[in-house]
């Protein structure tokens, strides 16, 4: 009876033995490969290449850093403007009442001002050229061209001037000719009382020109002009300064004289003078006097 259990314990042992070994000898299961799925090329669109699935280098949480960015671009525009206009902002119409002596540009003056010799004269000299012909069959030239000048400013802003110029340009009648500017013009100076002073000017006058016309003939012609340019004057000493100055002379033209541009571009001297004033303040109210 004992030998019969023993029989049956072994067979059930090898028969374990066996169903372990077969587990064993059978390969794992292998999961079926994926078909991966391209982009399909569109059909006028440019052939696809490996780099058209790599990931761009410059693209950074979805923000491409060579795109055309539009509110940044607005933003760069606004600024420019901006500043652009500041920049024209400084050479607006001021007086002395609502902005003081001086904007801070080109170095105020300290100590002195141009209001303490409010009255200059002043020397100029240059070239005057002529943009058009003086009348039918009558040519343009160009010639050296003298002025002498007499002013006043009345503000550290505002002023006046007059001027009497001359000049020889020969016209094609074999002789120079003469020609006379006189004009009387409104200044202004958008820095102030500065000692670099930058202006405009703008005002009316004559222009007596004498010619001698297609027919042989002498003939004198008065233009009413309006003189109209910038310049620049540069405080050397307090009562001595130089200028530059560029106006073009608009001669409207009348009885057989053409309409003219003739521009004046010249150099000289301005000597400033007039009274110790009474009393100043400048940058503080210490009520000293400037000389």
């Given amino acids: 009876m004992r030998t019969v259990y023993l029989l049956r314990l072994v067979c059930m042992l090898l028969a374990a033995a066996c169903l372990r070994g077969e587990s064993r000898a059978q390969p794992a299961p292998t999961r079926a490969p994926q078909q991966e799925t391209l982009p399909t090329p569109a059909e006028d669109g440019p052939p696809l290449t490996p780099d058209s699935f790599a990931t761009p280098r410059d693209q950074v949480d979805g923000a491409c850093t060579d795109c055309y960015d539009a509110a940044e671009w607005q933003t760069s525009s606004g600024e420019w403007l901006t500043d652009s206009l500041a920049r024209l902002h400084e050479f607006s119409s001021r007086n002395s009442f609502t902005h003081g002596r001086a904007t801070g540009l080109g170095q105020p003056l300290r100590g002195t001002s141009w209001l303490n010799r409010p009255y200059e004269v002043s020397l100029d000299f240059g070239a005057f050229l002529m943009t058009g012909n003086a009348a039918n069959g009558v040519s343009g030239a160009h010639d050296h061209f003298a ?19 001359w000049s020889t340009p020969n016209l094609g009648g074999g002789e120079p000719d003469n020609m006379f500017l006189t004009d009387v013009s409104l200044m202004y100076y958008p820095w102030g009382d500065s000692k670099i002073r930058p202006y405009w000017r703008m005002g009316m006058g004559l222009t007596d020109l004498e010619f001698t016309n297609i027919n042989g003939v002498r003939q004198q012609q008065h233009l009413f002009t309006i003189p109209f340019g910038v310049g620049v004057k540069h405080q050397t000493r307090r009562w001595l300064a130089w200028r530059l100055e560029v106006v073009d002379n608009l001669a409207l033209g ?34 000293r006097h400037w000389w």
């Fill in 147 to 165: 002025a002498v000048t007499a002013g006043w400013d009345w503000d550290h802003y505002w002023g006046a001037q007059a001027r009497l110029g």
């Fill in 254 to 287: 009348a009885n057989g004289t053409d309409t003219m541009n003739n521009l004046t571009i010249t150099c000289g001297m301005e000597a400033r003078y007039g009274g110790r004033p009474s009393g100043y303040w400048a940058w503080s109210p210490r009520g």
